[in-house]
């Protein structure tokens, strides 16, 4: 059985050239695009997947937007993350229904969509920055998805601490992260999840010496890298551009064992593989 599109919905629009519009349609409006006007009373109605067309003629298909194209979209005050680092972040994290997650910097809400789109109605998202306009912005952006209800967006320096304490997990994205290790152990459960983007080496390493001297073990680096294919059965061959190196991911977990033996965190082949 075919669903329809409802008033009130998010809808992805895609038109000729693969240009994408996401917005919420609203009986009686229009949505004006480079390739004629959208009436939102001939959305309204369609089975999701469906064609319309402008009043110039030019069709357009009527999606449910993904996720990834949520993130692709929100309009940005700073640099997001990329949909391939936010995935694996998610899994590296165990992040899912009902979890307490904190993140900080909160940028423009890439990450916070996608955490608060996973921790479900049952989960909490706290996300801390230290600039009001920047979070004013990832706030807009999470009321745009509907999404704002399961954030509790923190004005503050994370260097005095996070207010909540036993939560599951906490990310980083935040250039020193190896200066907020003990404010991020105080606030974790034992055995909690800590994740961290660092675009350089050498804060790499900086973090790498902070995590061990703060007992966090199962310690990975890694980076992701993904390259898209033409879709074309006969021109079947890599796209000329791939998304490479956009940051080192670090990983590790909050340990309270007083005899770690450093040797836990040495990368095995065998404990690399996917």
Not at 259 to 266: A, F, G, H, I, T
Request: net charge negative.
């Amino acid at each position: 059985m075919n669903r329809i599109v409802q008033d009130g919905d998010l809808v992805e629009i895609i038109g000729r050239g693969n240009i994408h519009h996401i917005v919420k349609v609203k009986s009686g409006t229009e949505m004006h695009t480079h390739k004629g006007i959208l009436r939102a009373d001939e959305i309204i109605g369609n089975p999701w997947g469906s064609t319309i067309r402008s009043h110039n003629g030019n069709t357009f298909f009527v999606l449910q937007p993904a996720l990834t194209d949520l993130i692709k979209n929100i309009p940005r005050a700073s640099q997001i993350l990329y949909p391939k680092d936010i995935g694996f972040i998610l899994l590296n994290l165990a992040v899912g229904p009902g979890k307490r997650v904190i993140e900080a910097g909160t940028g423009s809400g890439a990450l916070t969509t996608a955490l608060a789109y996973a921790v479900g109605e049952a989960g909490r998202v706290y996300s801390y920055d230290n600039r009001r306009e920047i979070q004013q912005k990832a706030i807009e952006n999470l009321k745009r998805v509907e999404l704002d209800s399961r954030v509790e967006f923190i004005l503050k320096d994370i260097a005095g601490g996070f207010d909540q304490k036993e939560v599951d997990c906490i990310f980083l994205d935040v250039p020193n992260a190896y200066d907020y290790l003990k404010q991020a152990k105080d606030a974790l459960i034992s055995g909690g999840f800590f994740g961290c983007l660092l675009p350089t080496a050498n804060q790499v390493m900086l973090l790498l010496k902070e995590m061990n001297i703060h007992k966090f073990g199962f310690i990975e680096v890694c980076e992701v890298l993904i390259r898209y294919y033409r879709t074309e059965p006969d021109r079947f061959r890599p796209v000329d551009r791939m998304i490479g190196h956009t940051g080192f991911l670090i990983f590790g977990r909050n340990l309270i064992a007083e005899d770690q033996n450093p040797d836990w965190n040495e990368q095995t082949e065998s404990n690399t593989e996917i």
